[in-house]
């Protein structure tokens, strides 16, 4: 059992930047260490989409989209995985969410909204 937990959501500008964290509580027995994670968004009216992973191995994979603007990281020693968004874009407005990567365990999401 894994729980998530997203914050760093909020209102910005076009062009701003924002830093997305997810924490995961993860039942005794397993470890967070051990799981790929991934970022998704759902803008409104669209299906959620794939932003980014992060193997346990640190490899990571980005959408076309948000290549060389967001970057996913992890601390493991505070089971925290990290989305640092950069040079945003209206476009990039959407609920994010986190994800233990090919499960079904997910963050109930939070919103960033990007104005132009």
């Known amino acids: 059992q894994v729980q998530l937990a997203e914050s760093g959501g909020g209102l910005v500008q076009a062009g701003g930047s924002l830093r997305l964290s997810c924490v995961a509580s993860v039942a005794s027995g397993n470890t967070f260490t051990n799981y790929a994670m991934g970022w998704f968004r759902q803008a409104p009216g669209k299906e959620r989409e794939f932003v980014a992973a992060i193997r346990h191995t640190r490899t990571t994979h980005y959408a076309d989209s948000i290549q060389g603007r967001f970057t996913i990281s992890r601390d493991n020693t505070k089971n925290t995985v990290y989305l640092q968004m950069n040079a945003l874009k209206p476009e990039d407005t959407a609920v994010y969410y986190c994800?233990?990567?090919?499960?079904?365990?997910w963050g109930k999401g939070t919103l960033v909204t990007v104005s132009s």
């Open positions: 994800n233990v990567y090919n499960s079904d365990y």
